[in-house]
């Protein structure tokens, strides 16, 4: 028989979320093992002092999420990334402003995301929650903050990645990779397109498959290195 679960009851029922806590501040460390701990359906299952301890925590224990701190000592976050995201846990990278180009470089070593050190409990679970699923794992806009910011590690005249597997995608596929790469949220794309937010989800998953990537941060990057988007273009500009 079918059953109608509470919100709470669901909760209880459902896995909880396994983070690891990567950092070389202890402190800092323990503000977030603090909010995450009075979460019901996150549990901290390890915490790491540098990069190197990372990838060593993530062989021994089971975690679905990594928060990754960029400048640490033995070995940094980025390298760090590198060796844990292949068929690993996603990872989130904990960056400062002046710190950007390094989240830059981590999520084209494959982590899934990125967020400031500062920001606040409510927006440390949402990310965490949002990687995990698999949605989006940044604001469409951060992500278009950090591209702008950074647009000399990206080409300005010819493609440097082959455009052979962008001819693989429809042309409709195309269109909702552009979209996507100029800061578009499924719902912004959906109604642009006149089609239903599980299309563009549809597009999505297909445009990850075919171009053999993680997420979408890594799909609006490649869209950038491919010159498929031109730098500059916000989310209002063609």
Do not use: C, W
């Amino acid at each position: 028989m079918s059953e109608h679960l509470t919100d709470d009851e669901y909760l209880e029922r459902r896995p909880p979320i396994r983070v690891a806590l990567v950092d070389d501040q202890e402190l800092v460390r323990a503000g977030f093992r603090m909010v995450l701990d009075a979460q019901p359906d996150i549990d901290v299952v390890g915490e790491a002092g540098d990069g190197a301890r990372a990838v060593e925590l993530v062989r021994s224990t089971v975690a679905d999420v990594v928060l990754m701190d960029v400048r640490m000592p033995r070995m940094d976050g980025i390298q760090a990334t590198r060796l844990i995201s292949a068929g690993g846990p996603k990872i989130i990278i904990l960056t400062t402003f002046d710190l950007d180009e390094y989240a830059f470089a981590a999520i084209k070593a494959g982590a899934s995301g990125f967020m400031l050190k500062d920001a606040g409990p409510a927006q440390l679970i949402e990310a965490i929650k949002a990687v995990h699923s698999g949605d989006a794992v940044v604001a469409p806009s951060t992500t278009r903050r950090l591209l702008d910011r950074f647009a000399v590690h990206l080409p300005d005249g010819e493609p440097v990645v082959s455009d052979g597997a962008l001819g693989t995608l429809t042309t409709r596929e195309t269109e909702v990779l552009h979209l996507v790469a100029r800061g578009l949220s499924n719902a912004e794309i959906a109604e642009r397109l006149f089609v239903s937010d599980a299309t563009v989800k549809t597009h999505m998953g297909r445009i990850l498959t075919k171009l053999d990537l993680r997420d979408r941060v890594q799909a609006v990057v490649y869209a950038y290195e491919t010159g498929l988007v031109k730098q500059g273009h916000n989310s209002h500009g063609e």
